[in-house]
């Protein structure tokens, strides 16, 4: 064998070896966007599920608590009301310290069933706390499992995919 065939041979071998792993870089890329275009979904589609059963839990929490500012009148308003109308106007006064605080009064603009006008309402937060801490805590127990399993099959995928490609194409 002469050294002309050697090289031709070994420049072959390359260009195959060549085209395969540019043939694997492609395959990785696709996989790459699908995979990631998959988490984005899964992400947003978990947000999505987690706001709809905070909703729901927090509608199921009972009436709520306000006095007129105009008449005085105190009454009270189911938590699935403020549920379905999420954008009424509302003005909150916050108390911090140290970087650390939270709202200390929270106003919604409502009409008053007692003298018929529409005013800026208070609402009791002492009052709500607990059932708000509730009713978070409600969500995120039946919400984070079903996230976190869906995100492990999601890597435990992904992960075999890259592996059997760069196995395969090596």
Same mark, same amino acid.
């Given at each position: 064998? $002469?050294? $002309?065939? +050697? ?10 070896? !060549? ?13 790459? +966007? ?25 509608? #199921?929490? #009972? $009436? +709520? ?17 403020? #549920? ?39 609402? $009791? ?6 059932? #708000? ?25 992904? !992960? ?7 196995? +395969?194409?090596?």
């Amino acid at each position: 064998m $002469d050294m $002309d065939a +050697i090289r031709e041979s070994f420049l072959a071998g390359q260009a195959e070896r !060549l085209a395969r792993l540019a043939l694997r870089n492609q395959i990785l890329l696709v996989g790459t +966007i699908v995979w990631g275009c998959l988490l984005l979904f899964w992400t947003l589609y978990s947000f999505l599920r987690f706001y709809r059963t905070l909703q729901n839990a927090a509608a #199921g929490a #009972g $009436d +709520i608590p306000f006095t007129c500012s105009r008449c005085g009148a105190s009454f009270r308003l189911p938590a699935a009301y403020l #549920g379905k109308h999420p954008f009424l106007p509302q003005k909150k006064v916050t108390v911090s310290a140290f970087g650390a605080g939270g709202a200390v009064r929270l106003s919604r603009r409502l009409r008053c069933p007692r003298c018929g006008r529409r005013a800026w309402c208070r609402q $009791d937060l002492a009052a709500q706390a607990p059932a #708000g801490r509730q009713a978070l805590a409600a969500a995120v127990q039946k919400s984070l499992p079903r996230f976190l399993a869906g995100g492990a099959v999601l890597f435990a995928a992904g !992960l075999l995919f890259f592996s059997a490609v760069r196995l +395969i194409l090596g």
